[in-house]
């Protein structure tokens, strides 16, 4: 077996980096998570958590999802999905390499919006989709007569609203 001297092995190790997902989460204060430990980076300080992206999807036609799992055994996470929901809440997720001097050379893999989460006593799923068409069926809830709205506008009806077209539609019925 051969015996690497000292300087070598320095030289290698600087060369090594290794890998970190660096996520944020739009929360009333955000939330910015490092699967790496505690790093600083674009001017912020990214907490150490239990972090892992589940999924990064793409289907080609611009629809994207992400599922971000976030470690829950303090309940934190939990607390702030439940109290602040997730909806339409800005995410967005990071690939990180960090060298031997701790820098992160960093590269976004998914900017979206958050649409739904699962909260368990051991972790926290967020699923978050792409920002565009995905996101312009407002409100969540279904606004129907089932839901107690009695006086609905007809299919197809069009209203502006903030600079936008609003259309009406309704779900296939058999």
């Known amino acids: 077996m051969k015996t690497l001297d000292a300087a070598l092995l320095a030289e290698l190790s600087a060369l090594q980096t290794r890998p970190v997902v660096l996520a944020e989460i739009g929360f009333s204060t955000a939330a910015r998570l490092s699967s790496g430990g505690d790093i600083t980076w674009n001017g912020h300080v990214w907490a150490s958590a239990s972090l892992r992206v589940d999924r990064l ?7 994207a999802r992400a599922r971000l799992v976030i470690g829950n055994t303090d309940s934190e996470i939990g607390a702030l999905l439940l109290n602040q929901r997730i909806a339409d809440r800005s995410i967005r997720i990071w690939e990180a390499w960090i060298d031997a001097a701790g820098d992160p050379q960093v590269k976004e893999a998914f900017t979206g919006a958050g649409s739904s989460f699962e909260v368990g006593p051991k972790e926290a799923a967020i699923t978050a989709v792409l920002l ?18 009695s006086r609905l ?3 197809r009806t069009k209203f502006p609203w ?13």
């Open 153 to 155: 506008r007809p299919a």
């Open 57 to 63: 999807t793409a289907d080609g036609s611009g629809r």
């Open 132 to 149: 565009g068409s995905s996101l312009r069926h407002s409100p969540r809830e279904m606004i129907s007569a089932a839901y107690g709205f």
């Open 162 to 174: 903030n600079g936008a077209e609003i259309v009406i539609e309704r779900p296939m019925t058999a």
